[in-house]
């Protein structure tokens, strides 16, 4: 089963007169799912992993470990990620079998859930096929490579009757629940300011002039999906299409949509932001590279603030905001009139006033019960009981990508620009001020790697929309003949 547009329209077409020949609607037959296999309260789902290396391994392992379910399936464009699998399924009594092209899997109506850590750019046109396929699906973060897909996937999910939950894994956490749960009592006082910070060394790709060696066996046509079939020109095809705009978004759209998920979930925000502003660079190297690895974002809704920090280069000197976090890498920091919340990590957190004074503390938690709380959800077939639906991945998603839209519309600046989006917050000054000393004790070459201003944008939470033509003309993207997403 390869739907494209064209296949979709075909299908859509017949299933209306169908429809109609039993007095029904061209609407009513465009939302008749697939035919899905009944399951039990007692039979185990069967499950395909596509995708197979890094963050793959995590799903096999996960599903493999969770009760209710069984791996029938994998399948990844390399047949090198099936082999790097092979230890994780040697004592399995019925090992799942491999298919290089995941299309078959999605025409096999005995699997009932597709779990996807595939490239950013396939995720949503993946999404949406396993779900007009009949499945139930389980996608990674960030769940969309643009703003637009995150809104398709959603609605595709809410036609069809499909369960589908984002990847951000400490939505489930026991200990960052109580954290949030505690970042919401009022017990800080009122929380206006939310810090999602990536301080994750990010080392260059290195720099060359000829398109990436391809794995022997690999089927490029297909790892390519909805982008354009071209090589890209770097040292190594996998992993380091994370710095690749065509089919990855940076780490603010890599590590860091699971920091701005938790960020806004602390500050109670379930829609996008109405203004948007992003400063930052491929800074301190030249490579192959085309997304920004050092850049701070501010995101504003009416009366919050978000402010993602994302620090790709050695971090020399642990800042004021990096001691408080209780180290140096991920974590997220939310400031109230009383006191402020740290989560160091995925599943903790602890509260201090601004004496000092722990007031709690929280712990607990494994990504076991993310992938548990799915199946809970396709058990009961309600996305309320979802702790990430699509629809708040897609915003979590959403906001990373009009961050890097409002960068890549950016012109250069020197070093200590600053935006005029909350210039004044104190947090936001504090933020700038470590953001530009970092720089400096790295010593960037800033005729060699310009930093650049985005440009501040506008946007309408409702229609998900900017004001800026050229804002929305990267909110989407051209897919390739054979690939494209279907709208609803």
């Known amino acids: 089963m390869h739907f494209t547009r064209r296949d979709f329209v075909g299908q859509a077409l017949a299933l209306a007169a169908a429809a109609a020949a039993r007095g029904g609607s061209a609407n009513d037959a465009a939302a008749v799912p697939a035919a899905t296999r009944t399951v039990g309260p007692n039979d185990k789902l069967r499950v395909a992993v596509i995708g197979l290396s890094g963050r793959g391994g995590t799903h096999v392992g996960e599903w493999l470990a969770n009760p209710d379910a069984e791996v029938v399936a994998l399948s990844d464009c390399d047949p090198a990620g099936f082999e790097k699998r092979r230890l994780q399924l040697k004592d399995l009594p019925r090992p799942p079998r491999f298919e290089q092209d995941f299309r078959r899997l999605l025409d096999d109506k005995s699997i009932d859930i597709i779990s996807i850590a595939t490239p950013n750019h396939w995720h949503a046109v993946m999404s949406v096929w396993a779900m007009q396929a009949g499945k139930d699906v389980y996608v990674e973060k960030p769940c969309s490579h643009n703003v637009e897909e995150g809104r398709v996937i959603t609605q595709w999910a809410r036609k069809l009757g499909r369960i589908c939950q984002m990847g951000a894994q400490s939505r489930s956490m026991t ?29 260059s790709i290195g720099l ?28 190594n095809l996998h992993y380091d299409w994370h710095w690749d705009h065509v089919t990855g978004n940076g780490d603010l759209g890599n590590q860091n949509p699971h920091e701005i998920d938790k960020g806004r979930w602390g500050l109670g925000k379930s829609e996008l932001p109405k203004r948007v502003v992003s400063i930052g660079g491929r800074l301190g190297y030249r490579d192959n590279g085309d997304v920004a690895n050092s850049q701070v974002t501010l995101f504003q809704w009416d009366d919050a603030l978000l402010i993602s920090d994302v620090r790709g280069l050695e971090i020399k000197t642990p800042p004021t ?5 209780g180290k140096v890498g991920v974590a997220n920091i939310w400031w109230g009139t009383d006191g402020y919340v740290v989560t160091p990590r995925y599943n903790s957190g602890v509260a201090f006033d601004y004496e000092g004074n722990e007031l709690a503390q929280w712990s607990g938690g494994t990504d076991q019960l993310h992938f548990a709380n799915f199946v809970t959800g396709v058990r009961s077939r309600n996305p309320a009981d979802l702790h990430l639906d699509i629809e708040q991945g ?10 890097n839209v409002s960068w890549t519309l950016g012109e250069v600046v020197p070093l200590g620009t600053r935006p005029t989006l909350a210039a004044d917050d104190k947090h ?41 033509p050229a804002a929305n003309a990267l909110f989407s993207r051209e897919y390739r003949q054979g690939f494209e997403l279907p709208r609803v």
Do not use: Y
């Open 175 to 203: 200990g960052m629940r109580q954290a949030i749960d505690f970042v919401r009592s009022g017990k800080i006082g009122d929380v206006k300011v939310a810090h999602a910070l990536c301080f994750k060394r990010r080392k």
């Open 208 to 235: 060359v002039d000829t398109p990436a060696p391809l794995p022997p066996g690999i089927d490029f046509d297909l790892w390519a999906g909805p982008a354009p079939k071209v090589v890209p020109i770097r040292k």
């Open 321 to 325: 905001i990096a001691r408080k976090a």
């Open 394 to 403: 897609h915003i979590s998603s959403a906001i990373a990508h009009i961050g």
């Open 428 to 468: 936001v000054l504090e933020t700038f001020a470590s953001f530009d000393a970092h720089l400096s004790e790295n010593d960037v070459d800033f005729a060699q790697t310009p930093l650049k201003l985005g440009r501040e944008l506008t946007i309408d939470p409702q229609t998900e929309r900017s004001s800026d």
